[in-house]
């Protein structure tokens, strides 16, 4: 369980890349899982038995959002990219903004594309099928920098890129650029996108993915080596498949009220982590809540930022929000390699269960 992949690239160089080419073979329609939908209300008393379960499920939905996966079966697929690892390569929404980005950068330098004054709207063919429609309204027409409010919506129709097929639909605002009234991607800058995404279901071989509701991600780099990503929003609803589509069974969650908070340096390697929310989880047919902000919990610290390394300190505390608010403490040990879990059965803040050990890689291949 990865966190963190430094922020090398910036949103200017995605703008540059090349948009989708012309025509292919189409796609069949992607029918699975649209997610928890409505809300779990089973309530989960954390145990003994059940913890390594439980802390599973917090990792894989912090996962969901934060987009760290190690390519183990049970991995979530990756939703952001931005500001974490993705030590197999899956797939990354995050990416798929900073492309639809890109996307508009190249229709705007082609001839049919039909732009009228700062807006550009088309619909273009897709690489290997399928097609997407896309409409930017942006306050530079040559599209050279980005300006607080402009806006991109994209929608999919099984537009297969090299392999990588999405349906559904998202949609870009930039919301706030701090210290200049425009972002031209050189450091250093500040930005904020808001981000919905609404219905949109990705495969990527036998990995499939869904996302449904709001993300903020807000980007940082001082120019001196120092990053800050903040993953936020108030609703993410996603499901996940490793087998699609022979495996029947998802990975459906959701997170509500959720804030991560990295922060990185390129040239010591030195990071830490801030995660806080409530996660409703198929996996433990309950919900829960994480931080590592309040009493009794640490932040994540690690010292391999450039190198993906997981977490050498820090404690993530969990809380079952029904069923007696039993607790468990997921410990990073300092190997980087290693974690404790320790359980409060009762709620009484005294953590009767210790030493449940355990290694990052095992809670995330549960």
């Not at 040559?142 to 392999?163: I, K, M, P, Q």
Request: hydrophobic content about 40%.
């Amino acid at each position: 369980m990865k966190f963190i992949q430094p922020l090398s690239a910036t949103l200017v160089t995605l703008l540059l890349l090349t948009a989708c080419g012309g025509g292919g073979g189409g796609t069949a329609a992607l029918t699975g899982s649209t997610g928890l939908g409505s809300t779990v209300t089973t309530g989960v008393s954390i145990t003994q038995t059940n913890a390594p379960d439980v802390a599973a499920a917090a990792l894989h939905g912090i996962n969901a959002a934060s987009g760290s996966s190690d390519g183990a079966a049970s991995t979530p697929p990756l939703i952001t990219g931005v500001a974490v690892n993705t030590r197999s390569g899956h797939f990354s929404l995050a990416g798929v903004v900073t492309d639809q980005l890109a996307r508009v950068g190249a229709l705007q330098a082609s001839p049919s594309a039909g732009i009228v004054g700062a807006a550009v709207s088309d619909n273009v063919s897709c690489t290997s099928g399928g097609s997407a429609s896309v409409f930017a309204n942006l306050a530079d027409p040559a599209f050279a920098v980005l300006t607080v409010g402009d806006t991109l919506s994209v929608t999919f129709f099984l537009c297969n890129e090299t392999g990588v097929v999405l349906d559904g639909a998202l949609a870009i605002v930039v919301a706030t650029i701090a210290g200049s009234t425009t972002f031209d991607g050189l450091p250093p800058f500040d930005i904020t996108l808001g981000t919905t995404f609404n219905g949109l279901r990705a495969l990527d071989g036998t990995l499939y993915s869904y996302a449904s509701g709001d993300m903020q991600l807000r980007l940082a780099d001082d120019g001196a080596g120092n990053v800050n990503a903040v993953i936020s929003g108030a609703a993410l609803d996603t499901a996940y498949n490793s087998q699609y589509p022979t495996e029947t069974a998802y990975r459906d969650q959701k997170l509500t009220t959720y804030a991560f908070d990295l922060q990185g340096n390129d040239n010591t390697g030195d990071y830490t982590i801030d995660l806080d929310g409530t996660l409703e989880s198929r996996d433990i047919d309950g919900t829960i809540t994480f931080t590592t902000t309040q009493p009794g919990s640490a932040a994540f610290i690690g010292n391999d930022f450039v190198g993906n390394g997981d977490p050498v300190s820090g404690t993530l505390l969990v809380s079952s929000l029904f069923g007696g608010l039993s607790q468990l403490k997921v410990i990073a040990q300092s190997n980087g390699v290693d974690v404790e879990l320790q359980v409060d059965a009762d709620g009484d803040d005294v953590f009767e269960v210790t030493g449940i050990m355990t290694t990052w890689a095992a809670l995330d291949a549960l």
